[in-house]
């Protein structure tokens, strides 16, 4: 059974930090890629950042500077540290990872929330 678990959303203050993981387990084949998407009420879900196994990194304008993927291959882990939060950053943030026959895996889902 596929299994993403993310952690390490929560309440933060505006310029504050928060640190997002994600672990992947039960995928069959190897893992191309993995990332982090968002969503708030109302809108699409959107990307945020995502790295492949050779370590191409991609991420959305609005979180450039103040976001960094990082990626474990060996323990199929992937995890966000966000820096300068700005309240716009709050949404519910997904973990997802694409296996090498392009087939897509979606987490439960993190809050976070950037707030003072």
């Known amino acids: 059974q596929v299994q993403l678990v993310e952690s390490g959303g929560g309440l933060v203050q505006p310029g504050g930090s928060l640190r997002l993981s994600c672990a992947a387990s039960?995928?069959?084949?190897?893992?191309?890629?993995m990332g982090w998407y968002r969503q708030v009420p109302g809108k699409e879900r959107e990307l945020v950042a995502t790295?492949?196994?050779?370590?191409?990194?991609k991420y959305t304008d609005s979180v450039k500077g103040r976001f960094t993927i990082s990626r474990d291959n060996a323990k199929n882990t992937v995890s966000l540290q966000m820096d300068t939060l700005k309240p716009e950053d709050t949404a519910v943030y997904y973990c997802?990872?694409?296996?090498?026959?392009?087939?897509?895996?979606w987490g439960q889902g993190t809050q976070v929330t950037v707030s003072a």
């Open positions: 997802n990872a694409k296996d090498d026959y392009l087939r897509i895996y």
């Open positions: 790295i492949t196994r050779g370590g191409s990194i």
């Open positions: 039960g995928i069959s084949f190897g893992i191309y890629a």
